[in-house]
């Protein structure tokens, strides 16, 4: 089974954007949004569900008050200012369990705290697996190697290719994201910090040794700094997969709510798409 990650160093590049114009050429794949901070791609390929699950990503202690003694231990114990004598602030708690573990009166216990949902559904171009993480909830990194779980075992199943639009950044949901895959798509703009955070997320897969290639979105609204990313892919070494020209008809499309499948801009990802599965 073969797997192609999306990224982007930073948010906005338009790696949904690509995804779901990926999802549309015919492929036989499975499609997953690892961005489960701000997952939208169900936006654009309009799922019809057909599975749910809960997440339980973290632990909160819960004070047993008729055994608490108000003696103040969880207080001293606490390095997040989480507890006092028994009341637990929610929003400070990291659920380390200190407390738990200190409580002489043992009125402290751990329990699963709901972080979010994981999404299985059809599209009309294939299986689609996705996840929401609840508000100011965290663990997203374990939730997006839930939803690559899922969408890993449909595909071994289905003898699918994995198409997953991953999570900006190069933080902990990213890592989970490039865990496993046969090749990273970086999507970037010609700005100055789109260049610097396509550095950083190339110092990530090398560090994990997963390849990257890289195409280049919105290319024409500023040529010259399109030229210096291409040039900087050619120093490193990185495959340039191509440019994808700034169009209005992509926010047009955007506003309906369907992949862009007609014009210059969709036949640039096409092609884009074309030399990434050459790669695999």
């Known amino acids: 089974m073969k797997e192609i990650v999306v990224l982007s160093g930073k948010g906005g590049t338009g790696k949904t954007t ?10 036989r794949a499975v499609l997953a949004d690892a961005d489960v901070d701000a997952s939208n791609l169900h936006i654009l390929l309009n799922p019809v569900k057909e599975y749910e699950e809960p997440f339980y990503g973290s632990q909160q202690p819960v004070v047993d008050q008729n055994k608490c003694t108000r003696c103040g231990v969880c207080t001293q114990l606490c390095r997040f200012d989480a507890i006092d004598h028994g009341e637990v602030d929610e929003l400070n708690c990291e659920g380390c369990g200190v407390c738990f573990h200190g ?46 779980e899922v969408a890993r075992e449909i595909a071994r199943q289905e003898d699918r290719l994995l198409v997953v639009d991953g999570p900006p950044g190069i933080g902990c949901p ?68 191509g440019r994808i020209p700034f169009a209005r008809e992509v926010v ?29």
């Open 18 to 27: 690509l995804t779901g114009v990926f999802a549309t050429l015919g492929q």
């Open 174 to 241: 990213v890592i989970a994201s490039v865990s496993g895959a046969s090749l990273v798509l970086a999507v970037t703009e010609p700005t100055a910090a789109g260049k610097h955070d396509l550095g950083r997320l190339l110092s990530l897969t090398r560090h994990f040794g997963v390849p990257l290639a890289v195409c280049l979105n919105k290319a024409t609204l500023d040529e010259e700094m399109a030229d210096k990313i291409e040039e900087f892919c050619r120093e490193e070494g990185v495959k340039f997969l």
């Open 103 to 148: 409580c002489p009166e043992k009125a402290i216990t751990m329990e699963p705290v709901l972080s979010g949902h994981l999404y299985r559904g059809s599209t009309p171009y294939g299986p689609f697996v996705w996840a929401e993480l609840g508000i100011a909830q965290e663990a997203s990194g374990k939730l997006v190697a839930r939803v690559k």
């Open 252 to 280: 047009k499309a955007l506003i309906h709510r369907q992949p862009v499948t007609e014009g210059p801009v969709a036949e640039a990802m096409q092609e884009v798409w074309r030399r990434a599965l050459s790669l695999l």
